[in-house]
């Protein structure tokens, strides 16, 4: 069964960074586009990046282009996400995301605190 384990949050002062993986699991990873999603407190589901099969094409929300980079090491199953200047708005649960099947596979995600 496809499974999708995020680490690398934390605590961090706000100009900050953080690295977060994804491992997965389950899937050929290798052939599916890859996503970071976001959930602030209180708020709605942000998409954050996207990556494809691999790994040279890549997408971000205006909200952290070029601050943020996604990668994957598709030999390890995994899935980055590289943060760079973080600011509070960037608190959030963090999460990977795959669309399998007509599935869509999230992890339990990993909390990213931005604060001084």
């Known amino acids: 069964q496809v499974q999708l384990v995020e680490s690398g949050g934390g605590l961090v002062q706000p100009g900050g960074s953080l690295r977060l993986s994804c491992a997965a699991s389950?899937?050929?990873?290798?052939?599916?586009?890859m996503y970071w999603v976001r959930q602030a407190p209180g708020e709605g589901l942000e998409w954050v990046s996207r990556i494809n099969t691999g790994g040279d094409t890549t997408f971000y929300a205006d909200s952290v282009k070029g601050r943020f980079t996604i990668s994957r090491d598709n030999a390890k199953n995994t899935l980055y996400l590289q943060m760079n200047s973080l600011k509070p708005v960037d608190t959030a649960v963090y999460y990977c995301r795959v669309f399998r099947a007509g599935h869509d596979y999230w992890g339990q995600g990993t909390q990213v605190t931005v604060s001084s």
């Open positions: 389950g899937f050929t990873f290798s052939t599916y586009w």
